[in-house]
């Protein structure tokens, strides 16, 4: 049995001594947004750049990013950020504000609160409108 592609990429990780977070599509498949998980795996990292090839045509790829993105106190502001990013301001839905209301909803607003400095401002509004609907 092989390990999963997360496993991999935080093994790696892990002897470089480097932090890592996903991004792109393969966030939103960890968020829950989407089914789909893609062929390459796209890890943000304060490491040394570098792409993997694994079986069945699999790709893990980690780019280099600014500290400013791994800094994140929870790591589901993090992929929600990613996410949100990845999908792009003009093309977000009530389907994914929906889904996002439901990701958020166990969570306190204060607890993320701490890392809406780190979002960008469309980001943070966005997520400040999706709490007052919750309440």
Known sequence: VYPSY???AQSIAKRDKARIAPAGAYAMNVLGLTTQVPMNLVFLTDGSPRSIALFNG???TFKHTVPKKLSFQLQIAQLIT???Q???REHITEQHKQQL???L???K???IKVDYVLMPAWIRTLLKELY???L
């Open 132 to 134: 007052e609907q919750i």
């Open 105 to 107: 909803s166990p969570i």
């Open 82 to 84: 990613a996410t949100l």
């Open 58 to 60: 699999h790709k893990i």
């Open 6 to 8: 997360d496993e991999i």
């Open 101 to 103: 209301k439901t990701i």
């Open 109 to 111: 607003e204060e607890q």
């Open 86 to 88: 990845e999908i792009g």
